[in-house]
């Protein structure tokens, strides 16, 4: 049986966090590259862009998390712990995250992509002007860029919209320039 067979039936055709029945997918929780169903949940598409960055975060759309959290699948505890770090600065969050548990695998699991840590060993992208870069931010090229194995060059002056951050480089980003995918150091940006 495939994956989404899987995570269809283990998830009851809805979305894992949301509860939702419509544009469903297979969400592959970082950092592991490999879907499996203990490492993958089935989340719908607007809960998949948000926590990817490549839209504004909805904090009231994430109130589902007081049922999702519970799950019996580590996946889906995972995101929901990511997700309340990211809006802990709202009283809810705060308390739902006081309750939720992790098992010790789990938790370095949940903050193997820096979310949730304030201690200097935290990957902090910073652009040019020493700005903190975030996933979902934009930024400008402050510099004319060779993509490195093609003969583009990314100008200076483009804008690239909703960046991801490597979680293992504090130098490097991602983001789309000319519909191409490409990584950018940092140094050559400024956040806008």
Same mark, same amino acid.
């Given at each position: 049986?495939?994956?989404?067979?899987?995570?269809?039936?283990?998830?009851?055709?809805?979305?894992?966090?949301?509860?939702?029945?419509?544009?469903?997918?297979?969400?592959?929780?970082?950092?592991?590259?490999?879907?499996?169903?203990?490492?993958?949940?089935? +989340?719908?598409? /607007?809960?998949?862009?948000?926590?990817?960055?490549?839209?504004?975060?909805?904090? /009231?759309?994430?109130?589902?998390? /007081?049922?999702?959290? =519970?799950?019996?699948?580590?996946?889906?505890?995972?995101?929901? =712990?990511?997700?309340?770090?990211?809006?802990?600065?709202?009283? =809810?969050?705060?308390?739902?995250?006081?309750?939720?548990?992790?098992?010790?695998?789990?938790?370095?699991? +949940?903050?193997?992509?820096?979310?949730?840590?304030?201690?200097?060993?935290?990957?902090?992208?910073?652009?040019?002007?020493?700005?903190?870069?975030? +996933?979902?931010?934009?930024?400008?090229?402050?510099?004319?860029?060779?993509?490195?194995?093609?003969?583009?060059?990314?100008?200076?002056?483009?804008?690239?919209?909703?960046?991801?951050?490597?979680?293992?480089?504090?130098?490097?980003?991602?983001?789309?320039?000319?519909?191409? /995918?490409?990584?950018?150091?940092?140094?050559?940006?400024?956040?806008?």
């Amino acid at each position: 049986m495939n994956l989404e067979k899987v995570l269809q039936k283990r998830s009851g055709s809805k979305c894992e966090l949301c509860s939702s029945e419509e544009n469903l997918q297979v969400y592959t929780v970082k950092p592991l590259k490999v879907s499996k169903d203990n490492n993958s949940l089935y +989340a719908c598409k /607007n809960c998949a862009s948000q926590i990817e960055g490549d839209v504004e975060m909805n904090v /009231n759309h994430w109130r589902c998390l /007081n049922d999702s959290m =519970w799950s019996e699948y580590d996946a889906v505890k995972v995101i929901a =712990w990511r997700i309340l770090n990211r809006l802990k600065a709202e009283d =809810w969050p705060q308390d739902l995250l006081e309750m939720l548990y992790l098992e010790d695998e789990t938790l370095e699991w +949940a903050k193997a992509t820096g979310e949730g840590e304030t201690d200097e060993n935290t990957i902090i992208h910073r652009d040019s002007n020493g700005v903190v870069l975030e +996933a979902g931010d934009s930024v400008v090229l402050i510099k004319d860029l060779k993509v490195k194995g093609s003969s583009m060059v990314a100008k200076q002056g483009t804008a690239v919209r909703r960046i991801l951050l490597d979680y293992e480089n504090e130098e490097y980003i991602e983001g789309k320039v000319d519909g191409q /995918n490409i990584v950018i150091i940092t140094k050559f940006v400024k956040k806008i």
